[in-house]
């Protein structure tokens, strides 16, 4: 599993290390860590509805933390439980863009085993950075 949760963070959050090869790899773990905290299944998610997703940010971290608020965005505005996939992280003129489709399907309780109330990506101790390997490291903490 390319992401872990770490028990040692504050407590009345969810703190997550997610890690990749490359960027592409890193943001779609860490899209997953950001959705498995919200249902405890992820297959349980079936792609029936794709949005497509493009947004920019001045640097890595808050390009990663825009990309998972559209994760949380869509569940908590149109009720949708939602995976990435086909994630491309770019520089762009004003740092950098990550475009992706969000695949899933509208909560349902019968269906979704659900797990905490994701309510922000939190900027505490939020990080992307290169690791040691050639990889890609994030800590993200949601505020749930």
């Keep these: 599993m390319p992401y872990e949760y770490l028990e040692d963070a504050v407590t009345s959050d969810v703190t997550f290390r997610a890690s990749g090869r490359d960027l592409d790899e890193l943001f779609t773990a860490a899209a997953d860590a950001t959705t498995n905290c919200m249902v405890e299944e992820l297959d349980s998610v079936r792609p029936a509805v794709t949005l ?7 640097a890595l971290d808050l390009l990663l933390m825009r990309f998972l608020d559209e994760i949380v965005f869509h569940k908590d505005a149109k009720g949708l439980m939602l995976r990435a996939g086909h994630v491309r992280v770019a520089e762009a003129p004003a740092g950098y863009r990550v475009t992706a489709e969000l695949h899933g399907e509208p909560i349902d309780g019968t269906r979704h085993a ?6 922000a990506v939190t900027l505490h101790g939020l990080k992307v950075v290169p690791a040691g390997d050639g990889g890609w490291e994030a800590e993200v903490t949601l505020d749930v």
């Design 52 to 58: 497509p997703l493009s947004v920019e940010a001045a």
């Design 114 to 119: 659900l797990a905490a109330d994701v309510k």
